[in-house]
């Protein structure tokens, strides 16, 4: 059995300010599957580390620059293919900019007390609880039986 894997690797970005605001993303459902609002971030490139991805895809979405932006979890599962995809999850309080929306969806600050209100995106909660508990480390899907039902596992 080969112990290498074909894996997908991207980040998230949780930016929060002193106010306890956090920069949302509004994923259009007619370009994504994952729509809703979610906190920015996206594909790491081959050859670029990791909290430089994750500088660079909040910069593109957001207009923001980060600084020092801290890694807090995993969140990871079984793609369609038998692939595993990865996102690295990190959170930001030093950052410079201003807010603008791009192509890939409306930026806003909220509240982070209120993110329950939003329109979220699959899961972003769960995200939100590995952010935040640093008991947590990892939020991983597996299969939890033929009918393709997933278990949401949390370490």
Known sequence: MSRKQLVTLTNMCMIEDQDENVVVQIRDPKRYSWSGAAFPGGHIEEGENFSDSVIREVFEETGLTIS??????????????????????????????????????????????????????????EIVKVMDDPTLSEFFYTKKDQTGEWDRNFR
């Open 68 to 125: 020092n932006p801290r890694l807090v979890g995993t969140k990871h599962w079984p793609d369609k293919e038998g692939h595993r995809y990865i996102v690295f999850l990190y959170k930001a309080t030093e950052f410079s900019g201003t807010i603008h929306s791009t192509e890939e969806g409306e930026v806003r600050w909220v509240k982070k007390s209120e993110l329950s209100q939003l329109e979220l995106a699959y899961d972003l909660l």
